[in-house]
């Protein structure tokens, strides 16, 4: 679903970000992005959702390299992510409601059904009574959890979010969380991240972590052999 190969990134003549980073996720998988601030977690992202390629190794996405792609055929691809940006990135003239029916409008679904997905995501995420509203007059959880709507309204084949709990409570945070999770039981591919590490410790997914562009995958936390039945 997603290779990477000795992939490295620099922003224009700057330094590189990302350096040699190999990688194989599976369709399906869920894994973490974890590191400092600065380490390149956007970074990675952008690369993924395609806003930016490679400046060398080879990224495969679905099966395709994406240094070999045309322009005309990103968005076909891109129509199979949900993206949830660091800065959300809402359309400013729209309400809530029609953010997040955009996905969905884009891929021709009835308006009687989009009334109902729409609603009922919105009302899943605790904004039942903001649907209506435009996002400057929202907070900033308020934004976010409308971002991850708007991400997750399709049912994308792979999910990519950049801190998508970074501005909401833990209780929140949990539920959406559980929301990534039911995505991914059936059949998502997903990448999350953040610094979060209650949450990463809670849920038992393994992580890739960046350090100063440079990637290490960690198993996921594991109880201890004695505690499991049968060991004694
Ligand atoms: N648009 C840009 N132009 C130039 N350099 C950039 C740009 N965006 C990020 N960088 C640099 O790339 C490096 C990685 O930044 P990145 O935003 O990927 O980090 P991050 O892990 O997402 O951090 P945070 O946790 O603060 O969001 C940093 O050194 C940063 O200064
Ligand atoms: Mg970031």
Not at 96 to 114: F, S
Not at 218 to 225: A, H, K, N
Request: aromatic fraction near 6%; hydrophobic fraction near 40%; charged fraction near 20%.
């Amino acid at each position: 679903m997603i290779v990477l190969q000795n992939v490295g990134y620099r922003y224009h003549s700057g330094p590189e970000v990302l350096h040699d980073l190999s990688l194989e996720l599976a369709e399906g998988s869920f894994h973490f992005l974890t590191g400092a601030s600065g380490a390149g977690k956007s970074s990675l992202l952008r690369l993924l959702y395609l806003a930016q390629r490679p400046t060398r190794g080879k990224l495969y996405l679905f099966g395709r390299e994406v240094g070999g792609l045309k322009r005309h055929q990103l968005p076909d691809l891109r129509q199979r992510m949900g993206v949830v940006f660091q800065e959300h990135r809402l359309l400013p003239h729209l309400t809530a409601y029609e953010n997040v029916a955009l996905p969905l409008r884009i891929a021709g679904i009835k308006p009687k059904q989009i009334k109902k997905h729409v609603t009922e995501i919105l009302e899943w995420v605790g904004l039942a009574n903001e649907m209506h509203a435009l996002p400057i007059t929202l907070s900033g959880g308020e934004q976010q959890r409308v971002a991850i709507a708007r991400a997750v309204i399709n049912q994308p084949d792979m999910l990519l979010a950049d801190e998508p709990t970074g501005n909401v409570d833990d209780e929140l945070a949990e539920r959406l969380l559980y929301l990534f999770e039911q995505l991914n039981r059936q059949g998502t591919t997903i990448v999350i991240a953040t610094h979060a590490e209650h949450m990463i410790n809670r849920f038992a997914y393994p992580r890739l972590h960046l350090r100063h562009g440079n990637l290490r995958v960690m198993p996921p936390l594991q109880l201890p052999e004695t505690l499991r039945r049968g060991t004694l």
